[in-house]
């Protein structure tokens, strides 16, 4: 049986048919161009930069283009048999196996102990680089290894010497790797690497012994990882690391049962008999999710069942419409890249989610999500040999459910026009600040207009040195004064897990009945003695949020630890911030502004979101935060405007109560 789950270069019927043509034409487009150019470059200089000021992606992106380029010669090569195509493919080999590292500069723990810029060859780094390219090389000579060993003896040699050395050695010879999720919780890291180490052991490891060894291996930690999930799941960091840490999980299960080592759908999904049925050698199941708060592991395949059943349902009940879902933490509110949709489709069927099958068979007719910028050689590869998803017919509209409910996780969100995305969709956060790729952002509200947020949440920014260190929090798209949270007394959120929702609910009626969710955030700020409850409320017939604010407070703040938090002083004032995406006017007299989005749907008419607000006890003002990284521009374009409403004659000791209504209406 073939170690990895697709047909490889001697299947000429399957490489060379109508379908691999209409679908492979893109990139061998690309591999044509390429030929004769010279190869993207790693250079030593550009890995240093992380350490002399901070910059990660000129290397990673050197790195990148070389493998993308690597994996448009190969599905040329598989089309066509040609030769040209073919010496390409052994180029980018071994350009690969001649860089120094596979690691990423961010992740090189040579630095840690040694004031070196360069990688230490003699001590690899296992991260999500190497796995990366150990699984690319994995790919390549399952695929074509016929072929290279008549083209080019002695590459596929190469290929598992340096793959044995960089990657399988470290993996099975060191169990301190901190993303193991052995001595620390798992996380997204965890099936992401291990899932790359497993293609790379039922690949390239020929030893069946170590083989098995690292095949058991992986299966406890993908364990661990599915184990740590809430049991509604949902994923804290957002849509955009459901991919890189759910749908990681699920392909490393579908790995695992691909391999005969344990038959997941029957493990897993043991109350549904289709899912046993359908199930085959390559057709698999499995756990999988993201990093949301760890519970206590079971063995409870029932529970395990449930939680999988609810985890692949995640990506279509946060989204808005079209291009666009809620982006919270270090998620984008419109996808950066684009993903296997036919990896949802395959799971969601097998656990019987209609809704998320029909999510993800929207994706269908859009061949865009096969070949962007970062597709991967495996899921390329594995989306063309679905033939599932390639006899789904286009035209599939997605669910745009009316209302979800995470109560682990702390996020809710609800629509005006259930099945549609016009119309009014509000999202509410709760959770605590200690979140994965986490935000000071407890009590975020997002709000979309006709399926695109106006009233927003940032995401991320461009990964540099200090985004996961001390300097994470000074920077504006993760502190909360550029969320739409409170700022209380001029005191912002603190990062921690002990600031936190409190006593969050939601009130979601059938029908056209008024949604709300209420929660108290006066937890998650380093203030003591105070209380401040939100209720957000959704009029689904008049298309209308209404936020209110409550709070009461002999606010001491700064009790609750000694660090100085962006003000932390308790004498300043208290604001409700709203960032919002558009064109934004302000009339201060009459308590009034609107936002009107660029991006508006194609085939109806832009509206406009009103929003009002007592302007006898607010101060407005606008602020604009003027984008300069690529990541924030690619969703936003060049600027995000703050509406800060200040409450009017705040005691400067930071004591007193108050009221606040603000109301978004649809115009």
Known sequence: MSRLPAPDVTAREFWTSERMEAALTPAIEHAERALGTPWPEARASQFARFWRDGDRKGYESGVIARQQRLTYAAV??????????LDEVVDGVILLCEQ??????????????????????????????????????????????????????????????????????????????????????????????????????????????????????????????WDSLPPDGGVDEGYHYWWQGVARALEAEDL????????????????????????????????????????????????????IRQVVGFPHRMHLGGDWYVGVADSPARPIWTWPWNLVHSWARRVGDDDAVRHAASYRDRPEILWDERVTLSRAVLMLSDD??????????????????????????????????????????????AENHNHNDVGEVVIALDG??????????????????????????????????????????????????????????????????????????????????????????????????????????GERDGEDHHGAEGDGATALHWLLAGDVTLDAATGQATVRHAAGRPDAEVRTLRITWDQDTLDATLEVQEIHDDELAAVWGDQLTRLALTARGEPGTGTGTGTSTVRFDAA
């Not at 040329?76 to 195509?85: D, K, S, V, W």
């Not at 043991?270 to 592991?297: F, K, L, M, W, Y």
């Open 452 to 557: 695109v947020p106006v009233v927003v949440d940032a995401g991320k920014p461009t990964y540099r040195a200090g985004t996961f260190g001390d300097e994470r929090y000074d920077q504006w798209p993760m502190r909360s004064a550029w969320h739409n949270v409170p700022l209380i007394s001029g005191t912002e959120q603190a990062p921690g897990e002990e600031f936190t929702a409190r006593s969050m609910t939601v009130t979601s009626p059938d029908g056209d009945g008024t949604w709300s969710a209420r929660l108290d955030l006066a937890g998650a700020y380093p203030v003591g003695g105070m209380s401040w409850w939100r209720e957000v409320a959704l009029d689904r017939s008049a298309e209308s949020v209404t936020v209110s604010d409550s709070w009461a407070s002999a606010a001491d703040t």
């Open 256 to 307: 695992l049962s691909w391999a005969g080592t344990q038959d997941a759908a029957a493990r897993l999904l043991t109350s549904s008999d289709d899912a046993r049925a359908t199930a085959g050698p390559g057709d698999v199941a499995a756990p999988a999710s993201n990093e949301p708060r760890p519970r206590t592991p079971s063995d409870d395949t029932d529970v395990r069942a449930e939680t």
């Open 100 to 225: 120094s590292t596979w690691c990423w500069p961010a992740h090189e723990h040579v630095h840690d102990r040694s004031d070196y810029v360069v990688p230490d060859v003699t001590d690899p780094c296992l991260d999500l680089g190497a796995g990366e390219v150990a699984a690319q090389l994995a790919w390549v000579d399952h695929l074509l290894g016929p072929a290279i060993d008549d083209r080019a003896p002695g590459v596929r040699a190469r290929i598992r010497q340096e793959t044995r050395q960089r990657v399988l050695r470290p993996f099975t010879d060191r169990r301190d790797w901190w993303w193991l999720g052995i001595e620390r919780p798992p996380m997204n890291w965890t099936v992401w690497i291990q899932g790359n180490v497993l293609a790379a052991a039922l690949a390239l490891e020929d030893d069946t012994a170590r083989r098995r060894h690292i095949v058991r291996l992986v299966a406890e930690g993908v364990g661990r990882y």
């Open 76 to 85: 040329a090569a598989l089309h066509t048999g040609e030769q040209r195509f």
């Open 388 to 433: 599932a998803w390639a006899n789904l017919p286009a035209g599939t509209a997605p669910p745009l459910v009316a209302q979800v409910w995470l109560p682990e996780t702390q996020v809710a969100l609800a629509r005006s026009r259930p099945g549609s995305s016009g119309g009014v969709a509000v999202f509410v956060k709760g959770g605590h600040n």
